[in-house]
């Protein structure tokens, strides 16, 4: 039945900006200090204080304005979105309302292979509450306001967004460009990323969106993945049994992968928006916008076509290389020092990932360097040693960071070159193995593999494969013939 | 005596060496331990600081150091305002214990120019009211009548500096809340454009309305108080970056040939007749000295009112929103959940006026009415701007009575806010239209209780406004008569 139905999503992601200072104070915006050690009587809302906004905040959000194909407001204002809660102290929150810095933009990705384009409503500036800890041995509720104040963008999508693939591949094409402009860390575990998910769906070929839920915090794209396959469900569910979708707020628990309703349309908030009287508007000449234009680096996109027609890379690779600029920069410096895109491609797709996931770490974290990964495949290239002992060099350069010429070294892993020294070990080999000679001489082939395999054990991998399989065939077929 | 004294007759007593810091303030501490308890003008006396100021001080004066133009001038700051490590209590039960931890631009200005700032000055609670009768605390009294208001809401400010407590003092004005208790206890009261002093540490009221300025007992101790606290501030982004002029400087006695703005149509109604006597009398004056006077019409101003009442209370309810009894302030006792100590804490914690402008406020911004109130109103505060500047190509000053009436009895207008509103009804213009404005003595009534007059000026011309205020001041004696109390 879910085939009957159309999903309609739109996100709304904010993004913590990477500013030294907070929104409206000099505070540090660092993460993971002792709870309100980053405060002053602006950011904790003390009676009598004004906010300044910080110029860097505007820069940063106009640049990822710019980066998502939006238009940008000459004329824009700030203005108080009213609500109680213990972590805001000032009872609003300062945001935009009706006049937000960027508007009307547009990013493009690709989800499976097919174009798509998903439409930016807007991208406004705000500060970020602080955070509620519950202290489950005394049941007290605690507030660390170090949050309070950080710079955050908004961005609001259209509701262009058809399935949970192209949900997470446009989160992950924002994460990229967010990353590339290197205004936000994104470091989604610690919340610098995340988003609401506004979901509807509708019956095939109907004209009118069905009423929408959003869900409100996710923090990571499995979440966002999971949270959205839960509502469609629900929702679709819901319908078929001829109930009601409301109009509401829901919370999304990852460890149990359950959503809740969190409050409904009637119990929402009243805003009470308004301009903020302690605010000028910001007015920002067309010089300033087109020199920000202009000092804008290389985008992902870009970056990736450069990868496929100049590099050669298959389009997959491209891409994924590219989503990370750390990636792309860690592959750069790789492929400067030995010259082979391809295989460094091939590594960092393969064994570099699958480590990095393993390990759940970053490349940026990573203890061997970018030029070693480039000497590596070098070794490789020159045939100093083989691809089956490069990966044990790798694991051991991933363990302790040293380079591949020491530890090859050290482990005398140089490959075995010599013909006469393999054509001993094939010999006694095939001596030992008199059942697979038959089998060989017998017409099956699979034979051969297990010999290659044991000879390979025998040099502990270093013989070289190409000249161990030639001096195989030749030893067999001298038998065979023989 | 020395209590009795200007700030322009005692700074250049203290720089000649002819008193002591010390004995100054100890003149001021005298005069307010006899009539506190009849004017109850504070809410917190800082005599401790008072005198290692005052040590301080004479120590660098007697050093040959520059002690600043307010150097030793013992004065009083209204309770809205932060000063680090001391009570700033607005006259709330909410705020009763809140001891702020930084000093607002105000105070470090004062300070920096000399000052010593002797105590905090009782208010109308959250500055909402013109009587200083809704503070939580006490019923400050007007020094001329002490069965009667000082005005507000810097009654306190006001009343202290008409009894010699204080030789001057700040007060805010989001509404009249300086002009209205200068006219009711007859000194001068100055607010000055929006944007020339720095509002941080300014608890706010109404942040697109509020301004800080002086109490003085003449016009020339208003524009070196003004001296002294003007100025852009980089902490306050409302407040303009302008060269500021030397204000004192501006006061060369004469009004010839200035150009005297009169709306007569807009002030005929509900005028006492004692005050228009008075008023017309002063406008006499000016023409005597010079003045050309011209009628002028105010179409919208009598719009003020009203959109104030909804601009106002607007901003008010979002900035007291921060009231909740979760960081500082009062939280009630009551409570089973957060729900409650919002509820509580707010229900016990605030005044009922105060409760009146925050419900007021959330109802003209809600959903669905915003647009009708308090967007219409700001369209409304763009017409009266406008009037204004049309009124200013004609004439360089607009002259009003400040209040309609004198000063009332306790009691009198507190069962009808509505007429309590009315007072404002010459003061909040200006404040609508963000511009600068003063009130001077120019009389009494039959009762013996002051008249103020009132200039307008364009925006950021403080100089004509004092110009022409001291020129009126110089040529009448009504700035003279100091209370029997």
Same mark, same amino acid.
């Given at each position: 039945?879910?085939?009957?139905?159309?999903?309609?999503?739109?996100?709304?992601?904010?993004?913590?900006?990477?500013?030294?200072?907070?929104?409206?104070?000099?505070?540090?915006?660092?993460?993971?200090?002792?709870?309100?050690?980053?405060?002053?009587?602006?950011?904790?809302?003390?009676?009598?204080?004004?906010?300044?906004?910080?110029?860097?905040?505007?820069?940063?959000?106009?640049?990822?304005?710019?980066?998502?194909?939006?238009?940008?407001?000459?004329?824009?204002?700030?203005?108080?979105?009213?609500?109680?809660?213990?972590?805001?102290?000032?009872?609003?929150?300062?945001?935009?309302?009706?006049?937000?810095?960027?508007?009307?933009?547009?990013?493009?990705?690709?989800?499976?292979?097919?174009?798509?384009?998903?439409?930016?409503?807007?991208?406004?500036?705000?500060?970020?509450?602080?955070?509620?800890?519950?202290?489950?041995?005394?049941?007290?509720?605690?507030?660390?306001?170090?949050?309070?104040?950080?710079?955050? =963008?908004? =961005?609001?999508?259209?509701?262009?967004?058809?399935?949970?693939?192209?949900?997470?591949?446009?989160?992950?094409?924002?994460?990229?460009?967010?990353?590339?402009?290197?205004?936000?860390?994104?470091?989604?575990?610690?919340?610098?990323?995340?988003?609401?998910?506004?979901?509807?769906?509708?019956?095939?070929?109907?004209?009118?969106?069905?009423?929408?839920?959003?869900?409100?915090?996710?923090?990571?794209?499995?979440?966002?993945?999971?949270?959205?396959?839960?509502?469609?469900?629900?929702?679709?569910?819901?319908?078929?049994?001829?109930?009601?979708?409301?109009?509401?707020?829901?919370?999304?628990?990852?460890?149990?992968?359950?959503?809740?309703?969190?409050?409904?349309?009637?119990?929402?908030?009243?805003?009470?928006?308004?301009?903020?009287?302690?605010?000028?508007?910001?007015?920002?000449?067309?010089?300033?916008?087109?020199? =920000?234009?202009?000092?804008?680096?290389?985008?992902?996109?870009?970056?990736?076509?450069?990868?496929?027609?100049?590099?050669?890379?298959?389009?997959?690779?491209?891409?994924? =290389?590219?989503?990370?600029?750390?990636?792309?920069?860690?592959?750069?410096?790789?492929?400067?020092?030995?010259?082979?895109?391809?295989?460094?491609?091939?590594?960092?797709?393969?064994?570099?990932?699958?480590?990095?996931?393993?390990?759940?770490?970053?490349?940026?974290?990573?203890?061997?360097?970018?030029?070693?990964?480039?000497?590596?495949?070098?070794?490789?290239?020159?045939?100093?040693?083989?691809?089956?002992?490069?990966?044990?060099?790798?694991?051991?350069?991933?363990?302790?960071?040293?380079?591949?010429?020491?530890?090859?070294?050290?482990?005398?892993?140089?490959?075995?070159?010599?013909?006469?020294?393999?054509?001993?070990?094939?010999?006694?080999?095939?001596?030992?193995?008199?059942?697979?000679?038959?089998?060989?001489?017998?017409?099956?082939?699979?034979?051969?593999?297990?010999?290659?395999?044991?000879?390979?054990?025998?040099?502990?991998?270093?013989?070289?494969?190409?000249?161990?399989?030639?001096?195989?065939?030749?030893?067999?077929?001298?038998?065979?013939?023989? | 005596?020395?209590?009795?004294?200007?700030? +322009?007759?005692?700074?250049?007593?203290?720089?000649?060496?002819?008193?002591?810091?010390?004995?100054?303030?100890?003149?001021?501490?005298?005069?307010?331990?006899?009539?506190?308890?009849?004017?109850?003008?504070?809410?917190?006396?800082?005599?401790?600081?008072?005198?290692?100021?005052?040590?301080?001080?004479?120590?660098?004066?007697?050093?040959?150091?520059?002690?600043?133009?307010?150097?030793?001038?013992?004065?009083?700051?209204?309770?809205?305002?932060?000063?680090?490590?001391?009570?700033?209590?607005?006259?709330?039960?909410?705020?009763?214990?809140?001891?702020?931890?930084?000093?607002?631009?105000?105070?470090?200005?004062?300070?920096?120019?000399?000052?010593?700032?002797?105590?905090?000055?009782?208010?109308?609670?959250?500055?909402?009211?013109?009587?200083?009768?809704?503070?939580? +605390?006490?019923?400050?009294?007007?020094?001329?009548?002490?069965?009667?208001?000082?005005?507000?809401?810097?009654?306190?400010?006001?009343?202290?500096?008409?009894?010699?407590?204080?030789?001057?003092?700040?007060?805010?004005?989001?509404?009249?809340?300086?002009?209205?208790?200068?006219?009711?206890?007859?000194?001068?009261?100055?607010?000055?454009?929006?944007?020339? @002093?720095?509002?941080?540490?300014?608890?706010?009221?109404?942040?697109?309305?509020?301004?800080?300025?002086?109490?003085?007992?003449?016009?020339?101790?208003?524009?070196?108080?003004?001296?002294?606290?003007?100025?852009?501030?980089?902490?306050?982004?409302?407040?303009?970056?302008?060269?500021?002029?030397?204000?004192?400087?501006?006061?060369?006695?004469?009004?010839?040939?200035?150009?005297?703005?009169?709306?007569?149509?807009?002030?005929?109604?509900?005028?006492?007749?004692?005050?228009?006597?008075?008023?017309?009398?002063?406008?006499?004056?000016?023409?005597?000295?010079?003045?050309?006077?011209?009628?002028?019409?105010?179409?919208?101003?009598?719009?003020?009112?009203?959109?104030?009442?909804?601009?106002?209370?607007?901003?008010?309810?979002?900035?007291?929103?921060?009231?909740?009894?979760?960081?500082?302030?009062?939280?009630?006792?009551?409570?089973?959940?957060?729900?409650?100590?919002?509820?509580?804490?707010?229900?016990?914690?605030?005044?009922?006026?105060?409760?009146?402008?925050?419900?007021?406020?959330?109802? @003209?911004?809600?959903?669905?009415?915003?647009?009708?109130?308090?967007?219409?109103?700001?369209?409304?505060?763009?017409?009266?701007?406008?009037?204004?500047?049309?009124?200013?190509?004609? @004439?360089?000053?607009?002259?009003?009575?400040?209040?309609?009436?004198?000063?009332?009895?306790?009691?009198?207008?507190?069962?009808?806010?509505?007429?309590?509103?009315?007072?404002?009804?010459?003061?909040?213009?200006?404040?609508?239209?963000?511009?600068?404005?003063?009130?001077?003595?120019?009389?009494?009534?039959?009762?013996?209780?002051?008249?103020?007059?009132?200039?307008?000026?364009? @925006?950021?011309?403080?100089?004509?406004?004092?110009?022409?205020?001291?020129?009126?001041?110089?040529?009448?004696?009504?700035?003279?008569?100091?209370?029997?109390?």
């Amino acid at each position: 039945m879910r085939e009957d139905y159309e999903v309609i999503i739109g996100l709304e992601v904010h993004a913590e900006l990477a500013t030294k200072t907070k929104i409206y104070c000099s505070c540090s915006t660092e993460f993971g200090s002792d709870p309100n050690t980053h405060c002053c009587p602006i950011c904790t809302g003390m009676p009598g204080v004004l906010p300044v906004l910080n110029e860097k905040v505007v820069e940063y959000a106009v640049k990822m304005g710019l980066a998502t194909n939006c238009k940008i407001a000459r004329f824009s204002k700030q203005d108080r979105k009213n609500y109680f809660y213990p972590d805001l102290p000032k009872a609003y929150q300062t945001s935009q309302y009706d006049l937000p810095l960027c508007y009307e933009g547009h990013v493009d990705f690709k989800v499976n292979g097919e174009p798509k384009t998903v439409g930016i409503t807007r991208i406004h500036i705000e500060e970020d509450a602080g955070k509620l800890i519950h202290d489950p041995y005394t049941g007290d509720t605690l507030v660390d306001l170090n949050r309070c104040g950080v710079p955050l =963008i908004e =961005i609001v999508s259209e509701p262009d967004i058809r399935s949970k693939d192209e949900a997470i591949e446009y989160m992950q094409t924002l994460k990229s460009i967010l990353e590339y402009l290197e205004i936000c860390d994104c470091k989604m575990q610690e919340g610098s990323l995340r988003c609401d998910v506004n979901l509807s769906v509708r019956k095939k070929g109907e004209t009118k969106f069905g009423t929408r839920t959003e869900t409100k915090n996710l923090n990571s794209f499995k979440a966002i993945g999971r949270a959205i396959e839960f509502e469609i469900d629900r929702q679709i569910k819901e319908l078929e049994n001829g109930g009601t979708i409301y109009q509401e707020t829901r919370r999304w628990d990852d460890d149990k992968g359950i959503g809740y309703a969190m409050r409904t349309k009637e119990d929402a908030h009243d805003y009470r928006y308004f301009p903020e009287p302690d605010l000028a508007p910001i007015v920002l000449s067309d010089d300033y916008v087109n020199g =920000i234009e202009a000092a804008l680096p290389e985008m992902p996109n870009v970056r990736r076509e450069r990868y496929i027609t100049e590099l050669g890379l298959p389009e997959y690779d491209a891409t994924q =290389i590219t989503n990370s600029k750390k990636m792309a920069e860690f592959f750069d410096k790789a492929v400067a020092k030995c010259g082979n895109a391809k295989l460094v491609s091939n590594w960092l797709m393969s064994d570099v990932s699958r480590k990095l996931n393993e390990a759940e770490m970053e490349i940026d974290n990573i203890k061997f360097t970018a030029e070693d990964l480039g000497d590596l495949i070098t070794l490789i290239d020159k045939g100093t040693i083989s691809s089956a002992i490069a990966k044990k060099v790798f694991e051991d350069m991933f363990e302790t960071g040293d380079a591949p010429a020491k530890i090859v070294e050290s482990k005398g892993l140089v490959q075995i070159t010599d013909e006469s020294a393999i054509r001993d070990l094939v010999i006694s080999v095939i001596n030992e193995n008199e059942q697979s000679v038959q089998d060989f001489i017998n017409g099956k082939d699979k034979a051969v593999g297990f010999i290659v395999g044991q000879t390979m054990k025998a040099s502990k991998g270093k013989a070289n494969p190409g000249i161990v399989n030639k001096l195989i065939m030749e030893e067999l077929n001298k038998r065979k013939n023989g | 005596m020395y209590e009795k004294l200007t700030i +322009h007759e005692l700074r250049d007593k203290i720089k000649n060496k002819e008193v002591t810091i010390k004995e100054v303030v100890d003149d001021v501490f005298k005069r307010i331990e006899a009539l506190e308890p009849k004017v109850e003008a504070f809410v917190t006396l800082n005599k401790e600081y008072a005198y290692k100021r005052a040590e301080e001080l004479q120590a660098k004066l007697d050093n040959g150091d520059n002690i600043g133009i307010l150097g030793g001038i013992p004065v009083a700051i209204k309770d809205n305002m932060c000063m680090k490590d001391t009570l700033t209590t607005c006259s709330s039960k909410m705020l009763s214990n809140f001891v702020s931890p930084y000093s607002g631009t105000v105070v470090t200005k004062l300070e920096e120019a000399g000052a010593i700032i002797v105590g905090k000055t009782n208010m109308d609670e959250f500055a909402m009211g013109s009587s200083t009768a809704t503070s939580a +605390h006490k019923k400050t009294t007007n020094p001329w009548d002490t069965e009667r208001v000082p005005g507000g809401s810097s009654g306190g400010s006001a009343a202290c500096v008409a009894a010699d407590m204080a030789i001057a003092s700040l007060g805010s004005d989001t509404g009249g809340s300086i002009r209205q208790p200068a006219s009711y206890c007859s000194v001068v009261g100055l607010k000055p454009t929006y944007g020339l @002093v720095s509002r941080f540490g300014l608890i706010a009221f109404a942040s697109s309305l509020d301004q800080i300025g002086p109490f003085t007992k003449d016009v020339r101790d208003s524009a070196i108080m003004l001296n002294a606290i003007a100025g852009h501030d980089s902490k306050d982004t409302t407040s303009v970056e302008i060269e500021v002029p030397d204000y004192e400087k501006a006061l060369d006695g004469s009004v010839k040939g200035l150009k005297i703005g009169i709306p007569t149509e807009f002030i005929k109604d509900g005028l006492n007749p004692e005050v228009k006597k008075a008023f017309d009398e002063a406008i006499e004056k000016l023409k005597e000295l010079g003045a050309e006077v011209k009628e002028i019409s105010l179409d919208y101003a009598k719009y003020a009112l009203p959109v104030y009442y909804i601009i106002a209370p607007a901003e008010a309810s979002s900035n007291l929103a921060r009231y909740d009894g979760i960081k500082y302030g009062y939280r009630t006792a009551n409570f089973d959940n957060l729900e409650d100590i919002y509820a509580n804490s707010r229900t016990e914690g605030f005044g009922d006026e105060v409760k009146r402008r925050i419900m007021l406020g959330t109802y @003209v911004l809600s959903s669905g009415y915003y647009d009708a109130y308090y967007k219409r109103a700001g369209q409304v505060r763009t017409l009266i701007k406008e009037d204004f500047d049309k009124a200013f190509a004609d @004439v360089d000053v607009i002259a009003l009575p400040t209040a309609p009436n004198t000063t009332f009895k306790f009691g009198e207008k507190s069962n009808n806010p509505v007429e309590m509103y009315l007072e404002d009804i010459f003061t909040v213009p200006v404040n609508i239209a963000g511009l600068p404005g003063i009130s001077v003595p120019c009389g009494f009534d039959s009762k013996n209780l002051p008249i103020g007059l009132q200039f307008i000026g364009k @925006v950021f011309d403080e100089q004509t406004l004092l110009k022409v205020s001291y020129a009126y001041e110089q040529n009448t004696e009504h700035h003279k008569a100091r209370p029997n109390i």
